[in-house]
């Protein structure tokens, strides 16, 4: 998400984003990006044509009314995305190509995001920035402040063996397929909606979902899909580690697993670091304040939360 301080620009063209417009919205996403990654000296990670994202469809399906462009000369320059979840308003995507940056884009972009969120009676705002200080300016002028990094965290088979045995299992607990609703209810209470269409649209991307069962309640629950681990939740921080080490020696098969992990989650960051998965570059969590147990949460990744 690349937002810059801006000069003004006469009139920009701001207009919700129309379903056959994704791709080339995803080419702006992807074309900033990479921008990003080599000012910071790092190479290029996706090529242009690169496919949409299906968290980005899902987004687009959720929230038409949160998905904004800038249109110039007939070309889309700029984007943002926004997605209203019970109380909280959260930017998905926000980007505006290299070379239109500093013009005023991304400032009427986010003005039309921000107006969704308050149209819809949003009581949170919060965003996963990237590193940039101006990306982190801009949040903080829209009432975000810093609160911890997100870590991308990878292991390898070995590392998942070893999360696994650490993890262990109560003599109480026991390992099952999470009911859909009961991961709803459990989603609800520890981020405060129960996101039930993000969950469907998880489960209908090939997502399956563990549960830790205890007393015959679920304790804890985490998502698979392919080597993505996400969203997982937990009622507390061992029935969590249980559900998301679960969940990942599911993928079996040698397969390395990827983990986005909030720094609020010490003792899980704390478990798979010591069990030698190797953390990637963060990027930073801002909100306006606090909400729900983020100790006891794990995102699905940065698209959808």
């Given amino acids: ?148 990094p997100i870590y991308r965290l990878d292991g390898d088979a070995a590392a998942v063996t070893r999360l696994k045995a650490r993890a262990g299992l109560d003599p109480m607990e026991r390992e099952r397929p999470c009911d859909p609703g009961a991961a709803e209810k459990l989603t609800a209470e520890v981020f405060g909606h129960g996101r039930a269409a993000d969950l469907a649209h998880v489960r209908g991307d090939g997502g399956a979902a563990v549960a830790i069962e205890h007393g015959g309640e679920v304790a804890a629950f985490a998502y698979r899909r392919g080597e993505r681990i996400g969203p997982a939740a937990g009622r507390d921080e061992t029935s969590f580690l249980r559900a998301v080490a679960t969940a990942a020696a599911g993928a079996g098969g040698g397969e390395s697993v990827t983990i986005r992990v909030p720094g609020a989650c010490a003792s899980l960051l704390e478990a798979l670091v010591s069990c030698g998965f190797h953390i990637g570059a963060p990027t930073l969590f801002m909100a306006s304040r606090v909400f729900g147990r983020p100790e006891l949460y794990l995102p699905s990744g940065p698209i959808l939360y």
Wanted: hydrophobic share 40%; net charge positive.
């Fill in 1 to 148: 998400m690349t937002a810059l301080y801006d000069a003004p620009v006469s009139e920009p063209h701001i207009r919700k984003v129309r379903p056959d417009e994704l791709e080339e919205v995803w080419r702006v996403h992807v074309a900033s990006s990479n921008d990003l990654l080599v000012r910071r000296g790092r190479p290029a990670t996706r090529p242009a044509d690169a496919p949409v994202a299906s968290d980005a469809r899902a987004g687009l399906a959720s929230d038409p009314d949160g998905y904004f462009c800038a249109v110039e000369e007939g070309q889309i320059r700029g984007m943002v995305s926004a997605l209203v979840r019970g109380r909280v308003w959260y930017l998905s995507m926000f980007f505006v190509l290299p070379g239109d940056q500093g013009r005023g884009l991304g400032r009427a972009l986010l003005e039309r995001a921000l107006a969704y969120g308050e149209a819809r009676g949003t009581e949170i705002r919060c965003t996963l920035a990237t590193l940039d200080p101006r990306a982190q300016a801009r949040y903080v002028m829209a009432g975000m402040a810093p609160r911890w």
